[in-house]
């Protein structure tokens, strides 16, 4: 077992202090969860793709980068956070576009050009509901 003897300053001591209470961890939970990202920080899309959560990056399956624009990329890690979900439209516009008003057309495009980029069944449509990932199970 590893021990590790680190001394914070007290501005780092005090918002280590509010991230614990922000999302209810103890301290070793909280480090466990960032060795945990840090060391298994790749999640497996299918078909030889994944999103590499500690470089931010997406690749395909000959290991090269994806380039998304700004909303491509918030879109996919927006259902990335819950790949159980079917997130709405409405969902996506709050979550992507925030104060823009999307319109159900312009979703659909960005899903489009993603699945150009990755492969078509990335993205789940569910019919007047809306879209969720569909990745290899035990991912997320």
């Given at each position: 077992?590893?021990?590790?003897?680190?001394?914070?300053?007290?501005?780092?001591?005090?918002?280590?202090?509010?991230?614990?209470?922000?999302?209810?961890?103890?301290?070793?939970?909280?480090?466990?969860k960032?060795?945990d990202?840090?060391?298994n920080?790749?999640?497996?899309?299918?078909k030889?793709?994944?999103?590499?959560?500690?470089?931010?990056?997406f690749?395909?399956?000959?290991?090269?980068?994806?380039?998304?624009?700004?909303?491509?990329?918030?879109l996919?890690?927006?259902?990335?956070?819950?790949?159980?979900?079917?997130?709405?439209?409405?969902?996506?516009?709050?979550?992507?576009w925030k104060?823009?008003?999307?319109?159900?057309?312009?979703?659909?495009?960005?899903?489009?050009?993603?699945?150009?980029?990755?492969?078509?069944?990335?993205?789940?449509?569910?019919?007047?509901?809306?879209y969720?990932?569909?990745?290899?199970?035990?991912?997320?």
């Amino acid at each position: 077992m590893l021990h590790i003897d680190y001394q914070l300053t007290k501005k780092d001591s005090t918002k280590i202090k509010k991230k614990l209470e922000q999302e209810k961890l103890t301290l070793e939970q909280y480090i466990q969860k960032l060795i945990d990202s840090d060391i298994n920080s790749t999640i497996n899309l299918g078909k030889g793709f994944y999103y590499d959560s500690y470089l931010n990056r997406f690749f395909d399956s000959k290991k090269n980068e994806i380039t998304f624009t700004k909303l491509e990329k918030k879109l996919v890690l927006t259902l990335l956070q819950d790949t159980t979900k079917i997130f709405t439209i409405d969902e996506i516009r709050e979550k992507v576009w925030k104060k823009d008003n999307a319109t159900v057309y312009t979703i659909r495009n960005i899903i489009n050009k993603i699945r150009t980029k990755t492969f078509y069944e990335l993205f789940e449509n569910y019919s007047n509901k809306g879209y969720s990932l569909n990745i290899p199970k035990g991912n997320k």
